[in-house]
T-cell receptor, first 115, second 117 residues
Framework: AQSVTQLDSHVSVSEGTPVLLRCNYSSSYSPSLFWYVQHPNKGLQLLLKYTSAATLVKGINGFEAEFKKSETSFHLTKPSAHMSDAAEYFCVVSLESGGSYIPTFGRGTSLIVHP | GAVVSQHPSRVICKSGTSVKIECRSLDFQATTMFWYRQFPKKSLMLMATSNEGSKATYEQGVEKDKFLINHASLTLSTLTVTSAHPEDSSFYIC?????????????FGPGTRLTVL
C-alpha cells in the first residue's frame, strides 16, 4: 500500500526566511509525486510534480522540491518566504492500483508567514 | 492551464433532500475524474474515482448508494448526495485528469460548499 506523510501540520516562518515543508512517502515502486497549494476558500493549484526526468524539480512562485529515493522524501523548499505564500500545502503520491493511478493526499501543512 | 468548473459553488438544502453537484472540464477531455470531500482544516479525502463510460470506483467506507456518481461524457461528471443529512455538510471538490498515466496532473475544481440543515 502507498501512503504519504507530511510531518508537520503547521510551519511558521518570518517573511524573507527559507521555507521547508516535509513530505515522506512509502511505496513499493517509484511513485509520481506532486505538491499542491490551497489558499483559503480556494481550489487547489499545482506547484510542481516529479516525473522521474530530474530529481530536483522547480515549480511556480519560486518553490522547488527534491526527490530522494534513498530517503523516500520529496520535501518542498523556497529560499525566501513571501506573505502571499501563507496557505495550505498538500503532498500527493500517485501510484497504480487496479489499472488506474490513484492519488493519495498527505494531511496537509499550514504555512504561516509572519511579517 | 486546463480549467475545471464546479456548479453550484454553494448549496444549502433541507435534510432528506438530494443535491447534485456538477464537475466540468472546460478545455480538455477528462478520462478520469475524482471526487473528494474536505472537512474544515483537514486534508482531502478521496471518495471515488470515475472513468468515462464506466462505473465509479468508491473508496472504502464511502456509501455508493448515498453518493451517486455519473461520468456520462469526457467533460462532465456529477455527484448526487441522496437523502442528505447534516453530517453530509462538507466541502466537495472534484478534479479531472486528461490521461490515464500517473504523471499527468489533476486539475481541481473550485469546490462546492454543501450545508444540510
Amino acid at each position: 500500500a502507498q501512503s504519504v506523510t507530511q510531518l508537520d501540520s503547521h510551519v511558521s516562518v518570518s517573511e524573507g526566511t527559507p521555507v521547508l515543508l516535509r513530505c515522506n512517502y512509502s511505496s513499493s515502486y517509484s511513485p509520481s509525486l506532486f505538491w499542491y497549494v490551497q489558499h483559503p476558500n480556494k481550489g487547489l493549484q499545482l506547484l510542481l510534480k516529479y516525473t522521474s526526468a530530474a530529481t530536483l524539480v522547480k515549480g511556480i512562485n519560486g518553490f522547488e522540491a527534491e526527490f530522494k529515493k534513498s530517503e523516500t522524501s520529496f520535501h518542498l523548499t523556497k529560499p525566501s518566504a513571501h506573505m502571499s505564500d501563507a496557505a495550505e500545502y498538500f503532498c500527493v503520491v500517485s501510484l497504480e492500483s487496479g489499472g488506474s493511478y490513484i492519488p493519495t493526499f498527505g494531511r496537509g501543512t499550514s504555512l504561516i508567514v509572519h511579517p | 492551464g486546463a480549467v475545471v468548473s464546479q456548479h453550484p459553488s454553494r448549496v444549502i438544502c433541507k435534510s432528506g433532500t438530494s443535491v447534485k453537484i456538477e464537475c466540468r472540464s472546460l478545455d480538455f477531455q477528462a478520462t478520469t475524474m475524482f471526487w473528494y470531500r474536505q472537512f474544515p482544516k483537514k486534508s482531502l479525502m478521496l471518495m471515488a474515482t470515475s472513468n468515462e463510460g464506466s462505473k465509479a470506483t468508491y473508496e472504502q467506507g464511502v456509501e455508493k448508494d448515498k453518493f451517486l456518481i455519473n461520468h456520462a461524457s469526457l467533460t462532465l461528471s456529477t455527484l448526487t448526495v441522496t437523502s442528505a443529512h447534516p453530517e453530509d455538510s462538507s466541502f466537495y471538490i472534484c478534479s479531472a485528469r486528461e490521461l490515464a498515466d500517473s504523471y499527468n496532473e489533476q486539475f481541481f475544481g473550485p469546490g462546492t460548499r454543501l450545508t444540510v440543515l
